[in-house]
């Protein structure tokens, strides 16, 4: 029996500290959110002194890789950037292993230019393109749109129509960006040969050409995934879905690259202050990446220096920017 008793008085203090005993149950420790951090992924910075320390064209491991000014950015759903190399008149990819390859060329002639860049789930690379007339002669300059698929084959955009009148002649083209249901927004500035006002234009994927009822050109845009539009010129506008437009004020110097994550937060390049903010509302844009009117280069903790942040894409919480001849990352983005 007294062995009986004493099963029996374990067993109850076993059933009260299961049952709570005034206590809960420990949880198990939060996890630390990850530390955001600064980081050069290809390419060089740029040093302020020597360019050709910086510059150039060679392919390879990501951090000796070279470009020759890095005009835009976008980055797939795999984690592959592509990278418009003005300098060079080509576009380059990095893979997420990081190395720099070569995607496209297009010539040598400093008559060409290459701007803005695109991307589509199917693996098509969208890149804006002019050709201005070498001095002395009678061409006319014109802007083009070219599509280079994934086995680096560039065509040219199919331009069919322009059901609003506007015309399917462009002038100087360069943003882009692809709107959720396909259609291609790009910025298009004059040429004076063509007296065409800025503007922003549509292009449906059956190829014809309007005008979209939003502002008078843009240095940068995006979409989110609601299909909101983000532009950046002298300073930084949202055209929401239904239509709305959102002056999205802040004291900007210099707004340039611009992206927008699927959580609603949105992201400016100042390349003039070379400082990044984060718009929380509108008028509310405080500094994540970079000092305020300090040129520099500082890395991995934020805030960093930067030297003339510019265009913009973001993959999860990594938000890529270029900067000089470099493409950069802020990894886990506040």
Same mark, same amino acid.
Request: net charge negative.
């Given at each position: 029996?007294?062995?009986?008793?004493?099963?029996?008085?374990?067993?109850?203090?076993?059933?009260?500290?299961?049952?709570?005993?005034?206590?809960?149950?420990?949880?198990?420790?939060?996890?630390?959110?990850?530390?955001?951090?600064?980081?050069?992924?290809?390419?060089?910075?740029?040093?302020?002194?020597?360019?050709?320390?910086?510059?150039?064209?060679?392919?390879?491991?990501?951090?000796?890789?070279?470009?020759?000014?890095?005009?835009?950015?976008?980055?797939?759903?795999?984690?592959?950037?592509?990278?418009?190399?003005?300098?060079?008149?080509?576009?380059?990819?990095?893979?997420?292993?990081?190395?720099?390859?070569?995607?496209?060329?297009?010539?040598?002639?400093?008559?060409?230019?290459?701007?803005?860049?695109?991307?589509?789930?199917?693996?098509?690379?969208?890149?804006?393109?002019?050709?201005?007339?070498?001095?002395?002669?009678?061409?006319?300059?014109?802007?083009?749109?070219?599509?280079?698929?994934?086995?680096?084959?560039?065509?040219?955009?199919?331009?069919?129509?322009?059901?609003?009148?506007?015309?399917?002649?462009?002038?100087?083209?360069?943003?882009?960006?692809?709107?959720? =249901?396909?259609?291609?927004?790009?910025?298009?500035?004059?040429?004076?040969?063509?007296?065409?006002?800025?503007?922003?234009?549509?292009?449906?994927?059956?190829?014809?050409?309007?005008?979209?009822?939003?502002?008078?050109?843009?240095?940068?845009?995006?979409?989110?995934?609601?299909? =909101?539009?983000?532009?950046?010129?002298?300073?930084?506008?949202?055209?929401?879905?239904?239509?709305?437009?959102?002056?999205?004020?802040?004291?900007?110097?210099?707004?340039?690259?611009?992206?927008?994550?699927?959580?609603? =937060?949105?992201?400016?390049?100042?390349?003039?202050?070379?400082?990044?903010?984060?718009?929380?509302?509108?008028?509310?844009?405080?500094?994540?990446?970079?000092?305020?009117?300090?040129?520099?280069?500082?890395?991995?903790?934020?805030?960093?220096?930067?030297?003339?942040?510019?265009?913009?894409?973001?993959?999860?919480?990594?938000?890529?920017?270029?900067?000089?001849?470099?493409?950069?990352?802020?990894?886990?983005?506040?």
């Amino acid at each position: 029996m007294k062995t009986r008793s004493s099963l029996l008085a374990a067993l109850s203090i076993v059933a009260a500290s299961c049952s709570g005993g005034g206590g809960d149950a420990a949880s198990p420790p939060s996890q630390p959110a990850p530390t955001p951090a600064l980081v050069l992924v290809a390419g060089a910075p740029p040093n302020g002194t020597d360019s050709s320390l910086t510059q150039g064209y060679v392919d390879g491991p990501a951090l000796a890789a070279r470009f020759r000014g890095v005009q835009d950015l976008a980055v797939d759903a795999a984690g592959t950037i592509y990278v418009v190399d003005s300098g060079n008149r080509k576009v380059r990819k990095i893979s997420p292993a990081g190395d720099v390859s070569t995607l496209a060329s297009f010539g040598d002639s400093p008559s060409t230019s290459l701007d803005g860049i695109a991307l589509d789930p199917a693996g098509n690379v969208f890149v804006t393109r002019d050709e201005y007339c070498p001095p002395l002669t009678n061409c006319v300059p014109q802007g083009h749109i070219d599509r280079i698929d994934p086995a680096g084959n560039v065509t040219p955009v199919n331009i069919a129509s322009s059901s609003d009148g506007t015309g399917i002649e462009f002038g100087e083209v360069n943003a882009i960006a692809r709107a959720p =249901n396909g259609d291609l927004y790009f910025s298009e500035h004059t040429f004076l040969h063509l007296k065409i006002p800025s503007r922003i234009r549509k292009l449906t994927p059956s190829g014809d050409a309007t005008r979209a009822p939003i502002g008078d050109g843009a240095s940068a845009m995006t979409f989110d995934a609601s299909g =909101n539009l983000y532009l950046t010129g002298v300073s930084v506008y949202e055209m929401r879905a239904g239509g709305d437009m959102v002056f999205l004020s802040a004291p900007f110097a210099l707004p340039l690259g611009v992206a927008a994550d699927d959580m609603g =937060n949105v992201y400016v390049s100042d390349v003039r202050d070379h400082i990044i903010r984060k718009i929380i509302a509108p008028g509310n844009a405080p500094v994540i990446a970079g000092v305020q009117g300090v040129a520099g280069y500082l890395v991995p903790t934020l805030p960093g220096l930067l030297n003339g942040p510019g265009r913009m894409a973001i993959h999860g919480r990594d938000l890529y920017f270029a900067m000089g001849s470099a493409v950069m990352v802020i990894r886990n983005v506040p």
